[in-house]
């Protein structure tokens, strides 16, 4: 149990049935009543976002999360295959479980299964992938004064904002937390 009061960002905790993440959270002490915390609490499964606000004193159970590291097979239309590198157990998972996750993971990259009470919820991919370009529009010449970009669609069919410079073939690294580019490899 972890009570209120010692809310952090990043902390996991059961309410409601549910298992959330503590996104953001503040101590509110008004002048006149009693303090209380306001939180922006992050559904694991769902991925939705709602505020909550919470006594001090409140305690709610602390959920944990099981982070195993599998590697991606393969897609074989509606599964998606992930094999575990130690016992070579393998698991299927659905598109409902994993969202977007998996748009910039290629076949046999590692990833983080996320389970809680032996039930997968969803992975986390590698923070930094390297993939390459499969397609964009080219790049003209003097016309980078404003930091411009262009649409390129990578190897795993994903749609990334590139500079001007780069070029189909190219390798670039992108952050998978935010889908942006980082730099060419």
């Known amino acids: 149990m972890i009570s209120a009061g010692d809310f952090r960002n990043g902390v996991t905790i059961e309410y409601e049935g549910d ?17 209380f915390v306001r939180t922006k609490l992050k559904n694991l499964k769902s991925g939705g976002v709602v505020e909550k606000t919470f006594r001090p004193t409140e305690k709610v159970p602390k959920a944990h999360i099981e982070r ?12 998606y295959h992930f094999m575990d ?33 032996g039930i997968v919820f969803g992975i986390e991919p590698p923070l930094f992938v390297e993939l390459e370009i499969t397609s964009t529009e080219p790049g003209f010449k ?44």
């Open 19 to 35: 298992i959330y993440v503590i996104v953001e959270f503040q101590h509110v002490k008004p002048g006149k009543g009693a303090a």
């Open 68 to 79: 195993k590291d599998m590697q991606y097979l393969y897609n074989d239309g509606e599964l």
């Open 85 to 117: 590198v130690e016992t070579y157990d393998q698991i299927a998972l659905n598109e409902d479980q994993l969202g977007d996750s998996l748009k910039f993971v290629k076949e046999n990259d590692m990833v983080k299964i996320l389970s809680h009470k």
């Open 142 to 185: 003097g016309d980078t004064a404003t930091g411009a970009t262009k649409p390129a669609i990578v190897e795993t069919g994903a749609t990334v904002y590139v500079p001007l410079f780069v070029e189909i073939g190219d390798k670039i690294k992108i952050d998978t937390r935010t889908g942006e580019y980082l730099s060419r490899v």
